[in-house]
Every structure is written in C-alpha cells, then in structure tokens.
C-alpha cells in the first residue's frame, strides 16, 4: 500500500512556491513602480528550438488552482516538460461551452502544429466525439470517460474503487477512538459523511463507492451526503461538512473541487478528519495536513504523462481505452503526508485487504447510487 | 434708510433668452412687495438671481444697502435671504422639524447626535412667536398644504431670514387659509422681515401687498403701491393690452343626460376613500365646475369618471351605460376626453414628437390603425391639423413635446382631445400654469364645446375660472360636495367656507342645487338615461 | 415629478427615467458613443495588458517597449490584432506585405464561431430589448433561455420518432421545436410578468431568482428523468441530425447555420416593425417611457407588462431552441450565459431591435476573439470579461463623452468613428476653445 | 382650516421617538408583516414538531432550533448582510447600486491577494496581514464604487447600467488578476482563516452603527433627504452630490468588508464560474429591499436567507428523496413567493435620478 508520493509532492509544493513568488514579485512592482517582475530570462524554455513534442492541454472547467483534478493534469505537464522538454499550450475554459471550440483550436492549428491535444475531463467528452472524427489525423487524450475515436486515447479512472478504499477507512475510523494531527473521532457517533461538488453521475459514482465500502467495514455506520450545488463554493462546502461534523461526522470525504477546500476548513474548525480527493491534498493543500488524513488521488498526472510519453515515442493509443482502477494504481488511497502514519495498522490493513479483494474480483463495487 | 432689498440693473441672459433686462427692484424693510407678471415674464428668474441659484449676468444685489455676491443659496441663506419655493422644498416622508433643520442640524456627542431636543424646542418656540400652529412630530405628508408652507417658512426663519421670498404662495390655499397667510405676513413685517411674493394673481397682490413691481418679458413696466392701483391698470401692465376680466357665458340650454354619477367612492393609492358617496348628473350643453382646494377628491373622481382609476362602490353611468368595470380604453372610444390636471406625467408623452402624441388614446382607431399597423402619415396630418386650428407654437409636428412651452402643450392637449369630437369632456385644470393669452383661449374653446351641446365637467382650483366659466359650482371637501351653487349668485366667502368643509345656511343656494343634481338616483336610474343607452 | 404624482406609478416612472435616455437619442450620437466607448475601452484594456504583463512573470518578453527597452510578459498590440484578426479567422496579413491574408475564406473555424455566438445572442439580446422598451428589466433571459431549450429538446425528441427521418421532417421538427422553445420560454417569461402586473412584485428581483429556478429545476428534470442513457454529463439525448440547422458553406464543426442567423435577422427586422409601426408596438413603448401617459391613452398596463415579458420571454426562448438545434444539438447542462450577455448586447445596442445586430455581432467577435487569445497568447482571457465590462461602463455614460465633445469642438454627430477618436487624442493634446459655454 | 387630510388612517407617528429598537424595525406594516409572518412560521413548525417529533415536522423543526443552524446562519449571513447594508446608503442617497456583487467580488480577491503579500504571520508597521487584507479589500471596493460614483455622479450614467458594467468588470478582472499573480483564477490557501465570530461581530457592529447613521446622526438625514427630494436638500444649501458621493463610498467600504470577510473566513479566492461570491451581492439588493431599508430589516432579511441556506444544507443530509438541486431552490421560490405576497417596497422617490443644481 503506497503511502505518500515523494515526488509528486515535492513538485507540488514546488509549484505553490512559485506562485507565491509571483505575488510576491507583484508587490516589489508595486512598491518599485516596475522595477521587478516581466520576464525574467532565466527559463530558457518555452521558446521556438527544438521540442520533442508540443502539447495542447484543455483543463476541465472549475480552471486551474482548484488544488485537484486540474491541478493535478498540470503536475503531469510539468512532469513532462521537466523530464523531456516538452512545449505546452494550455487552456482553461470559462465554461462547458467553451470545449469544442478549444479542442478545434488546437486541432486545426499548424502554426504550431501540436502532436497531441489533451482533454481532462468527462465533460469534454461529448464535444471531443464532435471533434476528433473532423481531425482525424490529430491525436488526443482525455481523461474519465470514453471516446470512441481512432485517434483518442481514453483514460478512465475506476473512482468508485479508490471511493470504497475511502469509505472503508472513514466506516473503521469512526468507530474507533483516534487522534492525530488536528483531529480526532468521537467513538460513540458512527456517522461520515460526504460532499459533493454538484449533483451528477459522476459524483454519485464516488458517493456510491464510498457508501458501499462504508457499509462493507462496518454494519452501523451512516453516511449522509450533500451537495453543494458548485465546484467553486468553499464556503458552501464549509457549512455542509460542519453541519455534518456538529452532527456528529467524524470524517468527511469531499469530490468537490475548489469547494473542498470549504470542507478541510470545516474539519479544522471542529478538530475532525476529512479526506481529499484527486491530488494528495495534504501536499496540495498544505495548510490543512493536520486533518486530512487520506486522499483519494487519481492519477491524472500520470495519465497526461504516459500519454505525453507515448506522442513522444509515437505510440499515441489511440482508439484505446486505459482504466486506471486500484491495480494500476491508477485510483489510490493516500495516507496524509503528516498524520496519515498514524492509522491504526489494523485499520490500514483492512483498507489494504478490501483493495485486494476488489482486484481480486471478489468486492463489486456500484457506480451507482441506490436513491 | 436703505432698502431691506435693492436690486439694481439685473440682467440675466440665458442662451438665446434674456430673461431679466435691466430690472431694478428695491423692497422696504417690514414691507410686503408683490412682483406680479404672467407665466415666463422672468419673476423667479429675478427671484432665483437674489436668492443665489442664478449669477446675473450684469447688475448688482444689495441687502441693506451693501452689495452682495452670492454664488450659491447658501451664501443667500447666510446672508438672511430665504426662500419659499411653489413647489415646497420638503422631505416628505421626514417629520416637520427634521424638515426645519435639515441642512443644519444642532448636533451633540461631538456631532455624532443630531440633538433632537434642541431642534424640536427651536421649532415650537419660533412657531409660537409667530403664531404658527404646527405639529415638529407631524410627517410632512400628513400635513395639510397650509401646514407644509408654513414649515417652509420656519424654515427659513430658522435659518436666520430676514428676507422671504415666496413663490406664488396662494396657488395652492383656500381662501381661508390664503387670509391665515396675509395674517402670517402681517405678523413677520411687524417684527421687521420683509417679504416679496411673486405672482400672477392681481387680486392677492392688490390685498396682500404694500409694493408691487410688474415685470412683463423681463422688464420691470413699473412699481406702484397697492393702495394706489386699480386692478384693470394693474392688468393692462401686466398683459400690455386691455384686457376682459370675466369670460362671457351665454345661457345655457342643456341637452341630454350625459354623466351620472351615483353613490360612488373612490380609494387613493393608499387606500384611503378619497371620494366619498358622490352623486351628481351633467347634462349635454352644460358646464359643471367643481371647486375645491387641491387634494379633497378632485384627481381621484376625475380618474374615476374618465377610467384611470378602479371605484370602490357606487355607479358611473355615461349617456345611459354603466361604465364600472369598463376599461379606460372603452370609455376613449365611447367619446369621453380628459384633460389631465399633469399634463407632462399623463397628457404628453414627453419625449415623443407631436405627430406621436397626437395618436395618444387614438392608437388602435382609425384612420391611425389599420389592422393593427399605425399609419404615420395620417398621425402626422392629424397633428399638423391639432397645431394650426389650436395655434401650437412651435407649428412643427416633428418638435419633441418636452421642446414646447407649457402653454403650448396644453393647448395640444386640448386640441387632441377635442378633435376627438367627445361627448364628454372632463377637464382638471387646464389652465394651470398657462400664461394668460392661453387661458383666455382655452376657455373660449371650453365655452365653444359647450355651445355645441357637449358636457363638461370643469375641475379647478381657480376659483375665478370654475366661477365665471360653469353653469353649477360643486364645491368638493374630503371627497364630498359641501354643496352645488349657482355660480353667478354665490360669493367667494360661501364658497371658501364650502371648501372649508363647512355648510351653508343659505336656503336658496342650496335650493337651486338640489334642483339640478337631479337629487334621487332611482329618478336617475329612470328618466332619459335609457334612450340615451342606444344610440352610444 | 410633480407632488400630485399618484404614487402608484412610482416604480414605473423610475424605470422610466432610467430607461428613457436610452431610447429617444439620436441613433447617429448613439452609434458615436458606442464606437467611443468600445474604442476607450481598449485603451484601458490595453494598459491593463501592460501593467499586468509587467507584474507577470515569464521567461521571454512577449513585447518590449519601444525606447525604453522594457521587457513585458504580454504583448497588448498582438492581443488586439488576436482578438480582432482571429476572430475573424485572419483576413488581415499584418505584418506581411499585402493587406489580405490571400488565402482567407469567410467560411471559416473563427469565423463561423463568430457568427455563430452573433446568432444567439441576437436572440437573447432582442429578448432584453423588447423588454426595456416597455420600461421592464428583464434579467430573466437566461432562464427563459433554459426552460425554451429544454422544451425545443423534450418536443424534438417527443416528435422525432413519429416522422420519417428526413429532411421534411427536419423542416417540420426545426419548427415544432422552435415554436415549442419560444412557448417555454413565453410561459416562463409571462411568469415574473404576472407577478409585476398583478402582486407588483419587482420583476428585477423575481427574474434573478427565476434563473435560478429555471437552471435547478431544468437540471433536475434532466438529471433524474430525461438523461441520455449511460451518458455521465447532465444532458438529454442527441436530436436527430436532420433536426438541426444545417451548416452550408461553414465547417460543421462551427455549430453555425446561416439559416439560423437569416432567421435572427428576420426577428430584428420583425420587431422592430412591431414596435415602431403597430399599434401594439406604441403601446409597449409608450409603457416603457411614461407608463402613466400610456395609461392615459388607454393602454392596460398590466396586459402590456405581461404582453411583453411574454414575449421577452419568447424570444429568449427561441433563442435557447437555436441553442439545441444550432449549437449543442441537445439539452445540456451548463448552458452558456447567453442569456445575461443579451443584457449587454442591448444595452449597447440602445435596446434598439436594428442595434442589436452589430451589438450581438461585437460581442461575438470578443467570444471568438477570447478563444483565440487564450490559444494564441499568454494572456488570460479574462481580459476579455473586463473589455466586455469596461465597454458597458462607458456606454452607460454618454455625457462623459459629449462632455469631450464639447471641450474639443467636435459636433455629437459629425465626426463619426474617427471624429471620437480624435476627440480622445484633442483633449489630450489641450482642446481648443469651446470652454466658454461651460 | 381643512384638518389634515390623512391623519385619521395613518397615525401620525414620529419615527425618532425615544421608542426601543424594535419600534424603529417595525418601521412601516410591511417590515411588521414580516416579523409577524416569520415568527408565525416558527411558532407553527416549534408546536407542530413538538406534537410530532418524527415527522417532517419534528425533523425541520430540529433543523431550525438547532445551534448549528443559527451560527451557519450567522456565517453564510455576514456577506449578505454587509453588501446589503451599503446598498441602503447608496439607494438611499438615491443612487441604485446593482453592482454590488462586483464589489463583493472584487474585495473578496485582493483581501487574499494582499494576505499573500505580505505573507501570513508577518505583520507591517505592526499591523498583521489579515487587517491588511481586510483593508485592502476594503480599499479596493472602495476604489471600484468611488469609480462608479463618479460615472453615475459626475457623468451622469444610468445607475443600473452602470452598476452591471462594476459587477462585470469585477468578475472579469478578480480572476485575470489572480491568473496574472498565481497562474489560475484560483488562489492558493492562505493556510489561516478568520472565524465567524469576527465577521458575526462585523456585522453587529456594522447594522448597529449604520442604523445609527441613519437615523441618528445629521449625515443620515442628508442622505434620506438626497435620495426623497435632492432639491430639498440643495436648497438648504447641502451638496447633494457629496451625499451622494458619501453614501456610494459608504456602499463600497460595507461591501469591502463582507467580501474581505467572506474570502478570509476560507483564506482563499475561488475565481471560476461566478466565483466565490456566488451571487451573493445579489441576494443582498434582495435582502436590504426586503428589509424596506433598514438595516435591522436588512439584518434580518439576510439572516433569513442564510437560515433558509443553512436549513436546506441540513435538510439534504437527512436524506429525505428530495434531489438535491431542488431542495437548493426552496431559498429563490421562498424570495419569489414571499415578493409576491408583500409587493412593492418604497423606493426613494428620487433614486435612479440624476440631480443637477441649478447651474
């Protein structure tokens, strides 16, 4: 059982750094009426030499420094750049409407000419079945849902299993009596509890695997779910998962974007637990290692990687469908890079064991909910 | 001793307008001065220069005999110049004493207080020294118009006036209260204010004031004292032309029964029964004026009648047709034409041209639509007629109606609806705010439909207009008649004490009365309102 | 504004005042504004690019200050020839000898974007209009959008299967669905409309909730009823292909029919005889500008409030049915906010019907354009949101620009496009006389 | 002399009188109305879930007695409250301000943005970050409604215009600034929040201190006057124009704070879609129209949304089969209905005009 991913949260935190530098850099121009700040010349990268292979990538819509899913196709950018040199165009659009047009720009461009146009998102997937058969002779990817194109690599992530590996360890924790970090349970409520972004088939597939694997740890443990109705409501996400925290939740697992960070502040606040999805959000968001105990990361990174490594071996797989499930460890259940050492072993192990028996094939896991 | 006021060769000139020229005004301290002139003849223009809103382009202000610059009120105010505006300058939702001192509050608690005490003593003790008798609790839009000007002059006292310049005080009084307010002024003259009042009324100049100066197009054509004056001179300076006091009603001869109205009450918009129980009938051939100072019923009952308002009980019947529940479009093609008493809220459309105004009620008739569709060029025929027989000035059916004078407006109004050929016309005041020519034209054109056997119902508050130009006089209080009189019998006491709300004793006044408004409603329910029904 | 004013008419004479300046001037000193605030715009927009280019970091400068040597992360000229240019789909060659891009056709990607964006938000933008005109905000367009969207779906799909495919029946269901969007969205529209009329609830407030209302509930609908089978995004099923606009001459790819845009050209054509020749028309409009005039010429005002949230509504309904047949060919959650972009389309267009084509056409060339510079440059394409945002601004302050007018000399009307942009340069350059009559 | 005409229907009552705060809330019927309703509401759904404890009843009544509900409540109001407050001063100087979501917006991204500057922890000339974030937020509305003053004073634009060019300028700019300084419309974490009771104590302070203004102190009587009859209030010699520019100013600065307070209260700017604000400023013009212009009806208008918020959070964790999306819409049908019901509140008289003094 892999806990935490050194590299990948070394680049993370890497990366917040230097955001914080261009604040930072902001505030000298300010105060030095420009004499910091603009381009800086040291990068030497991104010019117009020779480059492996130049990408498109056009993010979901919730854009980037949702700390998650977006987040996390850009660490897989980085990783490529860093690792190969790549060029990368990247595009965040303003809504679902916007897809098509982004993924055509980027197809029908020459100048420059991209080897492969990378989709993340489900929600792309309509516009991309529109687009790819106009370019066949483009490649693409796109992450969480299926294409059924010559020329589109499809990576789907099985999130209702990493969801059960989740509610497994929240269905255990709750009935024990636990303390770390910030956090600790109240062993005599056996309540979790989830929040989701906005009502879809999706999330409800990560609200299904999580309610499963609650109900396979445990007999008498009660999820109660909320939507908040936005990926971009923080505060939204706070009240709902300190609504369920006062009533006695003592973990909560969010797939909620940038709403999740209202979840993780909620959890903060009431000395409970709450579990991250997409990215290792104890690494992302680092200000709230102290309670998120585990994340239900998806290999989003990986997926724009090993697809950006295949244009560059032109091996683009195309028409194919890559699932990334618990046994590619596509889907994962990361501990918390600060506290998530401290799971009892015997809960981790039946966390470990529950993994097994779904790459075994003895746990079917739903995708969707009963209600 | 110098003048309390001096104004010496003002000149003010406005682009394309010189409004004052060369106008020298000088006041008396403790005297009341009339400035007398008809609509645009630069009165509060002369006024607006000495209370600062205005800078004259040439001339000078002196206040006891020391010239003076004011660039804003504010500086007139310091410098003891108040003025009442005809329009009263009042918060109305605000209580009479916060309305004293606003703009200049007493403050405690280092300002963070306005010190409500102190604002309230300062309001009842000038109200008493000057006899005022007016509630500082009292929200302005509770208080009567004479209570709302009387809070306008505290105002100013308060803010230390010495000179008071009144804006056609009486337009909007009863008699009564018009002589409450010469007592006012006789009170502050004796403690040493002075007072110039504009107006265009020579009968208040003649008895309130002891100076009064004529303007005529912004020239000063004299300054005479009241006493010495006889009011066909005062007129003749006024207009320049000689001119007929009283319009010249024929006898009459009344047609059909037009209007009957039985039992009706009429709510405001705060549901609050404005018009109370109201019967009256109006006969074809016949001019009803109803009298009555401003806010007893009068805009509610000719709302009501003309279908801009919902009754709450009671009956219209219109040439023998119930018209409760019938929309305000049916009654403008049944032949009912209104006059609104706003003519640029209701009246006009104010940023269309005429030729728009002109369909204005007519839109879906005739020749103007067909099918649906407007035709313009027939709208534009149809103003350019309304212009030339009603003497419209600009004659350009293309001028935005905001471009005309107020004058001129109304005059199209009047001619839009007349060439409406109406059965009936209700008419609230017409003339308001219309310079004198236009007056006299209007109610020769008034006195012309009636001729032609149409009736009219005649709302106003000049009581010189709904005297000399109505057959019968309903006087309206609290939304109901004190009393119907024969206008050429009654005098302007009986009717100010009508419009006070109280009755008169007088038998054969009332008698007459009785006669003519058709008294019973089943005698009116009968009777020739049925034949009348059909050929509508 | 007199006391005698019947309070009754207080809201409608606000809305009156507030809508009045924006009907009755002159077309020509409105086009000026117009092209004065857009071209204003992009000044500011152009230091915001600077200053922001200059805080960003990079590694190359993207543009380096003539003179002064200073490097800047963003390029602002090459933003504007991106959004305008690319739009487009480069017509323009700049840089290059020769004005032409030689091998530019009109019928391409940026373009067909371009007009397709135009299309709807003619629709959506009359939809504002009509409402304006009779003294009502109608924020609720985009609601009206949604609910006439997702009636054109249901009744395509409805419908669909009761013809033979083809294109007769493509014809009949292109109308069905149209008819059947403007009717959800009427009935949606007339909804706020009664509540003014009859319980003087303020139809800017009831709009705004009614959006929201319309997105929940549609969303709903489709989530848990009329979903696509198996599809994992909140949408109905595709309607057939012969449903839907066809797109002649443009790439497919465009979501842009011709079709579609003749027919929103119709509509402006169309309302614009309602309202200015009819009978109906005059009514509206004389509800818009002085209610109580309108009254007293005999029209019923709360008929004509609901008459024309009715239609607002109608259109903005139609506007979402080209939505489903043009653009997305089906129902789908996350509609775009054509909607509230009608609200600035017609306000710059002066909620005139004919202003609402160039308007809409603008504002489609910042969508297409926005694309491009997110592609094209570095710099985000928020930028065009706050360009957007700036033009309304400026819009909305024509004495701003008659002021500049009168310090420069230059008439409202005579100088056109370039007589506002010199007006700019004159008034910083020192004016010449013209102050006198201040 | 005719009696004054209305004085038998409507009492005449002096609105200043030394009467208990309660008095001045109840300021009109409709505010009475309303507190009557809500609290007839409450009676009913307390006796109901009493006599049924397990019913729907008992379950909803649970929900709105419960201590959680009031301090979610207390949280989810504070923006609401304070963007609603300001625009009372800017309407009542009788200038329409619809932008308030833009200010909300805008404050919300620099507060974080100038938290990140000067770093969490640190403090400048002894003043902590998150005061400077507060302040610079506060500022940066201020700036942005000094601007719209100036465009709907001095240039005379349409205020509702002008008030959605600030709202769309604002929600363009916070997330192209944000992407400018840390490369997304997101910002990162901060890593500190600042509690509820902070922004709950704000908004006390706030509603206390504008009632105050309003109804106590000269300016407040200079701003109802601006906005009832500008030509009063310039006659006596007050700029109405500086009124105006006050009351704007004022509307800036409130906004300031609930947008500062609301992006502090997560330490973070989420700038996608409608951003964080979620059409908060919005709900505020609601909230202060619904309060009738006063800012304990204000206060309490934005308690209720937030405690029809905070209720329906609740209810979708009960798990009653009601999708969730439609049980988030029982807030918007409520505000509808009850408009309905209520009708029209008293606009100032002049608001949305233009004043000019006489040259």
Known sequence: ???????????????????FIKAASAAGLVGLAGCSGGPSGDGGDGGDGDVPARIGIVYSDGGLGDNSFNDAAQQGIFQAEEEFGIAYDESEPDGAGEFEQFQQQYAGSTDPAYDLVCTIGFNQGDSLSQTAPEYPDQDFMIVDTVVDEPNVANYLFREHEGSFLMGVLAGRLTETEFSAGAGETDPDSTTVGFVGGVDSPVIRRFQAGFEAGVDYATDDVDVTTSYVGSYADPTGGQEAALSMYQSGADVVYHASGATGVGVFQAAQEEGRFAFGVDQDQSVSNESFSDVILASMVKRVDTAVYESISNAIDDNHQGGSTTALGLESNGVECVYGQEIGDQVPDEIATAVADARDEIIAGNIEVPETTSN | MNPAVHLDGITKRFPGVVANDDVDLAVERGSVHALLGENGAGKTTLMNVLYGLYRPTEGT???????????????????GVGMIHQHFMLVDPMTVWENVVLGNEPTTWGGLRVDREAAREAVVELSERYGFDVDPDATIADISVGEQQRVEILKALYRGAEVLIMDEPTAVLTPQEVEELYGVFEELTEQGKTIIFISHKLGEALSAADDITVLRDGVNVGTVAAADVTR???????????????????????GERVLEVTDLCVEDDRGVEAVSDLSFELRGGEILGIAGVDGNGQSQLAEAITGLRETASGEIRYRGESMVGQTRRDRIDRGMAFIPEDRQERGLVMSYDLTENGVLGSQHDPPFARGGRLDWGAAQDHAESVIEQYDVRPPDADAEAESLSGGNQQKFIVGREFERDPELVVAAHPTRGVDIGSTEFLHDRLLELRAEGKAVLLVSSKLDEVQGLSDRLAVIHEGEFTGVVDPATVTEEEIGLLMAGESLDDDSVERAAIHDAGGAPDEVDGGAADDEGVDA | ??????????????????????????????????VAAILLSIVVGFALVLVSGRIAQCSTAAWTMPLTGIGFCYDPIEVYVVLFNGALGYPFAVGDPGLFNPAWTPFNLSFGLTLSETTLLIFTGLSVAVAFRAGLFNIGTQGQLVVGALSTALSVLALAPLLPAGPVAGAVLIVVGTAAGAVGGGLWGAIPGALKAYADANEVITTIMLNFVAANVAYVLVLEVFRAEGSSVVATRYVPEYAQFPSVLFPPSTDFALLALAGGIAFIGALYYFVEHTSLGYDLRTSGVQAAAAEYGGVNAKLTTV?????????????????VLMSEGRWMASIPDLGFDGITVSILAGNNPIGVLPAAFL???????????????????????????LIILFVAMPEFFRMIGRYTGVGGTAGGPGGAASAESDASAGGDGGEADA | MPPPAATGVKPMRNPLSPASLLEGASESGYVRSLIAGTVGMLALLGVSGLAFPDSVAGDLAGIVFSTSTATSTARLAAPIVLAGLGGIFAEKSGVINIGLEGLLIISAFVSVYAASVVGVGNAVLGVPALAI??????????????VFAVVCIEFKADQIIAGLAVWLIALGLAPFLSTVFFGGVNTPNLGVSVGWQYSATMVVFATAGSWWLLNKTAFGKHLRAAGENPKALDTVGVSVSQVRYAGVLLSGVLSGVGGSALALSIGQF????????????????????????????????????????AIQIRLQQLGYAIPDTLVQTIPYVVVIVVLTLVGRTQIPEAAGEHYETEE
Do not use: H
């Open chain 4, 270 to 309: 989420v700038g996608s879609g409608e951003t964080m604000v979620q059409g908060k400023g919005f709900i505020a013009i609601v909230a202060y129209l619904f309060g009738n212009y006063n800012p304990l009806g204000t206060l309490g208008a934005g308690a209720l949304f937030a405690g029809l918020d």
């Open chain 1, 1 to 19: 059982m892999p806990r935490s991913d050194g590299g990948t949260s070394e680049m993370a935190s890497d990366f917040d750094r230097r955001r």
């Open chain 3, 363 to 389: 504002f489609g060339v910042l969508k297409g354009g926005a694309l491009e510079i997110g592609f094209r440059t570095d710099v985000p394409t928020e930028l065009v949101a706050v360009l957007r945002g």
């Open chain 3, 307 to 323: 008459r024309a949230m009715t239609l607002s509504g109608a259109l903005g309904g139609i506007g979402g049915a080209v939505w």
């Open chain 2, 61 to 79: 202000v002196r206040l006891d005999g020391e010239p003076r610059s004011f660039d804003s009120p504010r500086d007139a105010i310091d410098a």
């Open chain 2, 232 to 254: 066909e001179e005062l007129a003749e300076l006024m207009v320049g032309r000689e001119v007929l006091m009283d319009p010249a009603t024929s006898p009459r001869e009344t």
């Open chain 3, 1 to 34: 504004m007199s006391d005698s004013a019947p309070d009754g008419d207080r809201t409608e004479s606000l809305l009156a005042r507030v809508v009045a300046p924006f009907v009755d001037r002159s077309v020509a000193e409105r086009l000026v504004i117009s």
């Open chain 4, 133 to 146: 974030a507060f302040l610079a937020g506060i500022a940066a509305s201020t700036f942005l409604s000094a």
